[in-house]
């Protein structure tokens, strides 16, 4: 399922809605026409909210409960599009977070504990207030960039061979033995720049990167190994930080041994590519991404945002009676040190939502031994689909896959996610419960077990969410559109035909988005409405396509 799908009108704009709903006691929440305030939390499906202005008690469906509506405030960039934020006001706002990340999650932040964040940082606790509070109103970074006048007609940002010049100078120049300083690194930056005729960045820009290269990739980089390995490897049976539900979700891929065959020919297609998403605290599968493609930055960017987003309506697309109760962004997406990994758009994207990036180091392979668990498992249950190509060429000897294919996608894809929820309420032997079990009483406690979190801040608008991890592109509007492998028109794109860069002179480059999975369309963001725009193809005998570079 696509929620793209529901957007059909391309001269309506949709503006993007980053809000989340707060399921928690005495938070207020729209269902209806009405306002409650949630008094009990049931379960996973309902609560008991008393409407704010009859004081009736009701029995409310979370999936229908609503936020309330924040009102918009001038110059604030909470809502845009993350692309489109210049790298100085992206490093700003990560120094910003990184003041306030310790006070983050508590219900009452006390003035002692400010006071005493006030002085670590140099700044002032007033201001740290301030912080806090466009934080956690707005849920996401970009609520900290600074509020400039001007930044809107269009301000500079990292190039991309300048950004690549940045990580090859940290990774082999930075990160080594030799242990240059900060002020060396920028000097390298500035110097391979110069050489290769391109805009250096500011020094403010160059710095914040190399600031945000984590405190164990640093001491092993440097020459510290022993420290790093000392300071973060696990116990036995323990994985560092794995504390609670959604703490430190893992990803990875794997081919999947079936041919399937089409929906409408029924003719084999090949293999699909399989992305997981599991949180390690409770062994909950949270996500997956079925892609025909090898794994790329889209594929790990949309098995995030399927694990954040709700799933009942999910369920109901691929007619299965069942629950799967997962919702939320982790507080650590873990994966492999791979390129689909390091994806700009998704970098960006969990950045914004607040969730770190942590790559697993290199020839060590346990910490991404949950995850390849689970892909073995789901391997070995599909060696009995027909069609298998098994593992090996040995045991598939005469037994012709393409001829027995019969499933097809849409029929693997139901028959996957019956299999993630039997896995879900089926008895783990690591944690000596069922992964549902373990996540209910993460979430709600037990008897003698206090809930380590409660519900998990849920996502109020699925299209929003989905857009945010979509590959964006920067191009040019010329008199037929934009071209991007293929040609796109609307009237949204009009007023910007050959516009000009105030700063440059050249002509502007605009942020588009695009599905690769349907290419019939793409997402104009229209910098001065600060809204998404549908564009389609301009043949509109173009079919729906997916791209399949």
Not at 206 to 234: E, H, M, Q
Not at 347 to 364: A, D, M, Q, T, W
Not at 499 to 527: C, H, M, N, V
Not at 532 to 540: D, E, G, H, S, T
Request: hydrophobic fraction near 40%.
């Amino acid at each position: 399922m696509n929620w793209i799908e529901n957007k059909e009108n391309a001269l309506v704009p949709y503006e993007p809605n980053r809000a989340r709903l707060n399921i928690d006691v005495n938070s207020t929440v729209r269902f209806g026409d009405n306002v409650y305030r949630i008094s009990q939390i049931l379960d996973f499906k309902t609560v008991i909210g008393i409407d704010v202005e009859s004081g009736r008690a009701a029995s409310l469906a979370i999936a229908a409960l609503i936020p309330i509506g924040q009102d918009k405030v001038d110059g604030l960039y909470a809502n845009y599009d993350v692309s489109a934020i210049a790298s100085e006001d992206w490093a700003i706002a990560q120094r910003r977070f990184a003041a306030i990340e310790p006070l983050l999650g508590h219900t009452i932040v006390g003035r002692k504990e400010t006071e005493q964040r006030a002085r670590e940082t140099g700044v002032d606790a007033a201001t740290l207030y301030r912080w806090l509070g466009k934080y956690n109103e707005w849920g996401e970074l970009l609520a900290l960039v600074p509020r400039k006048r001007g930044w809107q007609t269009g301000n500079s940002r990292i190039s991309r061979e300048a950004d690549e010049l940045i990580t090859k100078v940290i990774k082999d120049y930075y990160l080594t033995k030799q242990r240059p300083s900060v002020q060396k690194a920028i000097e390298q930056v500035r110097e391979l720049c110069d050489q290769s005729k391109i805009p250096p960045p500011s020094t403010t820009a160059i710095r914040a990167r190399i600031k945000a290269v984590s405190d164990r990739d640093y001491l092993r980089g440097r020459g510290f190994a022993d420290k790093a390995r000392n300071k973060y490897t696990p116990s036995p049976g323990t994985f560092p930080g794995a504390d609670y539900p959604l703490a430190i979700v893992q990803v990875d891929h794997t081919p999947i041994d079936v041919m399937l065959v089409d929906d409408v020919h029924r003719l084999s297609i090949g293999r699909l590519w399989l992305t997981l998403a599991i949180c390690v605290h409770t062994r909950m599968i949270t996500g997956y991404y079925l892609a025909l493609d090898a794994p790329s930055g889209i594929s790990v960017a949309m098995c995030v945002a399927h694990a954040a987003l709700p799933k009942e309506e999910w369920l109901t697309v691929h007619g299965i009676e069942g629950d799967w109760p997962v919702w939320g962004f982790p507080s650590v997406l873990h994966t492999d040190n791979g390129p689909d990994f390091q994806a700009e758009t998704l970098k960006l994207s969990c950045l914004n939502y607040g969730i770190e990036n942590r790559f697993r180091p290199v020839k060590r392979p346990k910490y991404g031994g949950h995850i390849e668990r689970l892909l073995g498992k789901f391997m070995d249950k599909i060696h009995a689909l027909p069609g298998t190509t098994f593992s090996n060429v040995s045991q598939r000897e005469g037994y012709d896959s393409d001829k027995q294919a019969v499933m097809s996608v849409s029929e693997f894809e139901t028959w996957l996610v019956r299999e993630i929820l039997k896995y879900n309420e089926s008895y783990h032997s690591k944690i000596f419960m069922s992964p549902s079990r373990k996540w209910h009483i993460g979430i709600f406690g037990n008897t003698g077990v206090d809930p380590l979190v409660g519900l998990p801040m849920r996502p109020a608008d699925p299209l929003t969410v989905q857009r945010d991890f979509l590959p964006s592109y920067e191009r040019t509007i010329q008199h037929y559109g934009v071209e991007l492998d293929v040609r796109y028109y609307s009237e949204a794109l009009r007023p910007w035909i050959n516009a000009k860069d105030e700063q440059t002179g050249k002509t502007r480059k605009f942020i588009f988005r695009r599905d690769p999975r349907d290419i019939s369309l793409i997402w104009f963001y229209d910098p001065l409405l600060k809204q998404y725009f549908k564009v389609p193809v301009a043949n509109q005998a173009f079919p729906v396509a997916a791209d399949r570079k």
